[in-house]
Structures are given as C-alpha cells and as structure tokens.
C-alpha cells in the first residue's frame, strides 16, 4: 500500500492550503494537483487559504 495521495483544486477560484507536515505546507491554486506522500505521524489537512496567505513566496 502506497502512503502517497494525489490531492486536486477543484474550485474555480479559492486557493486550496495543504498541511502534511512540517516541510508539506503549500498552496494549491485552482486546477492545481499535486501528490502528497503522508507521513502517519502528522497526516494531511486541506482547507480554503486565507487571501493574503503566503507559503515559499507565492500569495493565495
């Protein structure tokens, strides 16, 4: 069993925060993907990002 996922924005026009752990924090814009490889002991949350939020220089 493969702990990887493969998480998509599905919304046309709200940026997607995904928390997988201390070094998987991004954001995800509309009609984004991207994989994510869980690690048990933080799992993964996903969330509308705050306008304004900021992760690695890009802005929601």
């Given at each position: 069993?493969?702990?990887?996922?493969?998480?998509t924005n599905h919304d046309?026009?709200?940026?997607a925060h995904i928390d997988a752990g201390p070094d998987k924090i991004m954001l995800l814009k509309p009609g984004q993907s991207v994989?994510?490889?869980?690690?048990?002991?933080?799992?993964c949350s996903?969330?509308?990002a705050e306008v304004g939020e900021k992760y690695f220089?890009?802005?929601?």
């Amino acid at each position: 069993m493969s702990n990887k996922i493969t998480v998509t924005n599905h919304d046309r026009t709200q940026t997607a925060h995904i928390d997988a752990g201390p070094d998987k924090i991004m954001l995800l814009k509309p009609g984004q993907s991207v994989e994510v490889e869980l690690d048990p002991q933080y799992g993964c949350s996903v969330r509308i990002a705050e306008v304004g939020e900021k992760y690695f220089g890009e802005a929601a």
